[in-house]
């Protein structure tokens, strides 16, 4: 049970990033982003958008679980976004933030390792 919650979780997480990315970059991101110089915030606006799109893939996908009635097609379902997650998590904390790996990857790993315990 604790795995759907935090598999729920994690959609909800993404499906906020695709909201935040899509239609709020250049009004939250400026008070979220305070060190990005804030006349770049228009400018990336269509590479954000592009980004909360594939958030939003990675959202459904681990939504789509909740809907899969066989346990081991789920598990591999699951898993396998779970693991696009933690990859993008990784990258997104070596590449833009360190937050990115606390706030993405490690809820990722942490549902990885309760479906495979």
Same mark, same amino acid.
């Given at each position: 049970?604790?795995?759907?919650?935090?598999?729920?979780?994690?959609?909800?997480?993404?499906?906020?990033?695709?909201?935040?990315?899509?239609?709020?970059?250049?009004?939250?991101?400026?008070?979220?982003?305070?060190?990005?110089?804030?006349?770049?915030?228009?400018?990336?606006?269509?590479?954000?958008?592009?980004?909360? @799109? +594939?958030?939003?893939? =990675?959202? %459904?996908? &681990? /939504?789509?679980?909740?809907?899969?009635?066989?346990?081991?097609?789920?598990?591999?379902?699951?898993?396998?976004?779970?693991?696009?997650?933690?990859?993008?998590?990784?990258?997104?904390?070596?590449?833009?933030?360190?937050?990115? @790996? +606390?706030?993405?990857? =490690?809820? %990722?790993? &942490? /549902?990885?390792?309760?479906?495979?315990?």
């Amino acid at each position: 049970m604790a795995e759907k919650i935090l598999i729920g979780f994690i959609s909800l997480l993404h499906f906020y990033f695709l909201y935040f990315e899509m239609f709020a970059w250049t009004t939250k991101g400026k008070k979220i982003f305070r060190t990005f110089p804030s006349e770049l915030f228009e400018a990336t606006k269509p590479m954000a958008a592009n980004q909360g @799109l +594939y958030n939003g893939f =990675l959202a %459904a996908g &681990l /939504a789509w679980t909740f809907f899969i009635t066989d346990p081991l097609w789920q598990q591999n379902i699951a898993l396998f976004f779970l693991s696009c997650v933690t990859i993008a998590g990784i990258y997104g904390a070596y590449s833009v933030d360190k937050k990115i @790996l +606390y706030i993405q990857a =490690l809820p %990722a790993l &942490l /549902a990885i390792a309760l479906i495979l315990i």
